[in-house]
């Protein structure tokens, strides 16, 4: 049988009789207003509390992302993921690395726990 397994503190196994994974999308700073607010006014607390929230209301993969000309990226992502880290709620699913730049895709994989997923490379 085929399967992907990603990780987190948590397993999650997907095999081809999964038929809809949820993934939280609100930590992403082109999906949300809230979001980009709350990293933009370095609330970092407060924007974990956005990923507690998609954990909560049922999210199997949080997406992570913080691609804005305005933002440093790099410095977000790591500072954002270490926090998720510290969190055993959040961190025990896997987290999506969502960047088109490479070194702050580059910059996730370093700091992150688990077997995560790439995205929008």
Do not use: H
Request: with cysteine; glycine share 6%; hydrophobic share 45%.
């Amino acid at each position: 049988m085929k399967y992907l397994k990603l990780s987190g503190l948590e397993p999650l196994i997907i095999t081809e009789e999964s038929n809809f994974i949820n993934v939280g999308e609100r930590t992403n700073v082109a999906g949300s207003k809230k979001f980009l607010r709350l990293i933009k006014e370095e609330k970092f607390s407060e924007a974990l509390d956005v990923a507690r929230e998609q954990v909560e209301n049922g999210a199997q993969i949080l997406d992570v992302n913080f691609d804005d000309g305005l933002l440093d990226g790099k410095f977000c992502m790591v500072k954002f993921l270490n926090l998720i880290a510290s969190e055993p709620d959040i961190s025990r699913i896997p987290i999506m690395i969502d960047s088109s730049k490479w070194e702050i895709l580059e910059a996730g994989l370093q700091v992150v726990q688990g077997k995560c997923v790439v995205n929008s490379i």
